[in-house]
């Protein structure tokens, strides 16, 4: 229980708590700041009961559809098995389909640094002025962001250039050995199609309803 909390327990008639935690007596609080406060907790108190809502609609349309796997694996005497992600299900009429994707979260341990060292050491044995367009790139590719993380996708996408000089090979192999999947998260996304045939996305972020 945190100091906050103990202190909004005790809370005694006639008094507000203060953000340090203090009593208040609301006589002395201008009705203004009264009013915001009870503004404020009606619509947290909404933000909570959506989100809630939200969980329960989630947890049941994730049932709903491994159940109809299982049910369709059941139509040639099998169960689906393996991870249920990475599948559509479309609508008859092909107006509507939903999705369930699994995303793995992946990290890269030291040997990047050594990927790194290899395509540096690489590009100096080339010494063309082509190999500073290959700079750029790899540059781009190793670049952190704030939190000193790489981007993933950059990285990896070095792996679809097959240049033949050994150090690249070995650095590209050193990153395939690099990855690191820490964890996976399971995403159901929901598509409708417009009249041109084109799938668009129904978007369940607040801030686009």
């Given amino acids: 229980m945190t100091h906050y909390q103990e202190h909004q327990e005790q809370v005694p008639a006639g008094y507000m708590l203060n953000e ?13 700041d009264r009013l915001r406060d009870e503004q404020v907790k009606m619509m947290i108190k ?4 959506l ?13 709903d559809f491994r159940d ?5 694996a059941a ?21 509507y389909k939903v999705q369930i994707a699994i995303q793995d ?19 100096e044995e080339w010494g063309a002025s082509s190999a500073k367009e290959i700079m ?15 981007s993933t996708q950059r990285v990896l996408g070095l792996r679809r250039h097959n240049f033949e000089h050994p150090k690249w090979e070995k650095a590209m192999e050193a990153i395939a050995d690099a990855m690191q999947v820490t964890s996976s998260t399971e995403y159901m996304r929901f598509y409708e199609r ?16």
């Fill in 68 to 72: 109809f796997l299982d049910l369709s």
């Fill in 51 to 63: 989100r809630g809502v939200m969980q329960d609609i989630k947890a049941s349309l994730f049932a």
């Fill in 75 to 95: 139509e040639y005497d099998t169960e689906y098995g393996g991870k249920k992600g990475n599948v559509s299900l479309p609508s008859f009429d092909g107006k």
């Fill in 46 to 49: 909404d933000a909570k009961h």
């Fill in 20 to 32: 340090k935690g203090y009593h208040v007596p609301i006589d002395k609080i201008k009705p203004i």
């Fill in 136 to 150: 750029t790139l790899v540059n781009d590719a190793f670049q952190v962001d704030k939190e000193g993380k790489v």
């Fill in 194 to 209: 417009d009249e041109h045939g084109k799938y668009h996305q129904i978007s369940l972020d607040f801030s686009k309803v």
């Fill in 105 to 123: 979260h992946i990290v890269f341990d030291e040997r990047l640094q050594i990927a790194q060292n290899l395509i540096h050491a690489c590009i």
